[in-house]
């Protein structure tokens, strides 16, 4: 039986969220310019963080049937964000491509398995007020927030070294905060009439899918080489964080004014709205890097291009994978935006920096942008919400 919405364990959903995101604001800015101190080109580096994110691929749809078939969903968060934290270790003892390699991939195999399950959990968790998802996930982006801007100072004034110990003692902050979160919302759904294969060759949830893949793939460069990309037109490391930090701080704020948006605005039209507001951010980046304030108008534009865009998304997901389907549903969105989308954003950015200049970056990040929101456009219809309760 779930839980009533008024039972949702608002601090504790919110503390995982917290860490979780907390630690995704120490890697994904951090990560590149520490394999840049040891040495590593763009190329090298875009192919190791695609690493983590094509592991998003395959892990979340592993995950997500065995908890849609377990119903166990919060015992795989526990494993998955001990064994990434327990693999992560490997960074201390070598620095080679090859091994880093591994560790990248295992570790992002285990910590990948966490979110789309949680994500799950907390719809779970609300029943019938899916609404309040966004006071919940804002916690999230307030630790993102702490995180990137404190790590730009701690990186400029102390030394990008610490990177692995800071990722590390947050890793292990997640499994502790995962340990806190009641499995009961979390249970085991009878099997639904309409199968996984028929859900998916409908035309609007294909066309969901893929837009998301582009509007992930239109942020690789973002997450992969962003703060290389500002350092290379003179930017400090603690003016980049706070450029980061910014855009989270828009995110945050649109969050809490989410919930009335969406009684005024139509899920299919703030989908498509945040695809063309990220095709106008990348032309931004791409062209008008050396002037501040550009950037800033470029940064408060993440308010839009996640915020409004990741609550949106996983709310249609959530309305059109029903019942038993929900924790493939959401890892089926994990896999095909942030890891395939992830992954080939990543890997362009290295490439297209090495061979063709740092300005096709963002580039190509404007035309997967613009092939998202053709898409949206053309398939992405809405269903009516029919919130599935066990």
Known sequence: MSQSAGAAPYWRLSGFYFFYFASLGALVPSM???????????????????????TKVIAPNIWGWIADHTGKRMAIVRGGCLFAAVIFVGIFFNHSFVWLAIVFGAFSFFWNAALPQFEA????????????????????????????????????YLSISLFPWIVLSLLVAIWLSSLIVPESAAGHFPLEHESLRKVLRKPHVAGLLFACFC??????????VYSIYMQSYDYSSHLTGW???????????????????????????????????????????????????????AQSMHAVTFGV???????????????RHQGRGQAL?????????????????????????????FGLSVAFAMLGLWVAYRYVKVEPATPYTA
């Open 32 to 54: 590149s310019p520490y394999l840049k101190s040891l040495s590593y080109s763009p190329t090298q580096i875009g192919i190791l963080i695609g690493i983590t994110m094509a």
């Open 121 to 156: 959990t907390t719809f779970n968790h609300l029943t019938q007020e899916e609404h309040r998802y966004s006071s919940i996930r804002l916690w999230g982006s307030i630790g993102f927030i702490l995180t990137v801007v404190g790590l730009g100072y701690v990186f400029e």
């Open 215 to 224: 509007m992930q793939a239109s942020h690789g460069p973002y997450y992969a």
């Open 243 to 297: 450029l980061w930090g910014i855009g989270v701080i828009a995110e945050v704020v649109m969050l809490l004014f989410m919930q009335r948006l969406f009684k005024r605005v139509s899920l299919r039209a703030l989908l498509i709205f945040s695809l063309w507001v990220a095709c106008c951010r990348w032309i931004l980046i791409a062209l008008f890097p050396q002037h501040l304030w550009v950037m800033l108008i």
């Open 309 to 323: 865009y990741h609550v949106t998304a996983i709310q249609l997901i959530h309305r059109l994978f029903k019942g």
């Open 333 to 361: 969105y994990s896999s095909l935006s942030f890891g395939a989308g992830g992954a080939i954003g990543s890997i362009y950015s290295g490439f297209a920096w090495d061979y063709f200049g740092r300005s096709w970056v």
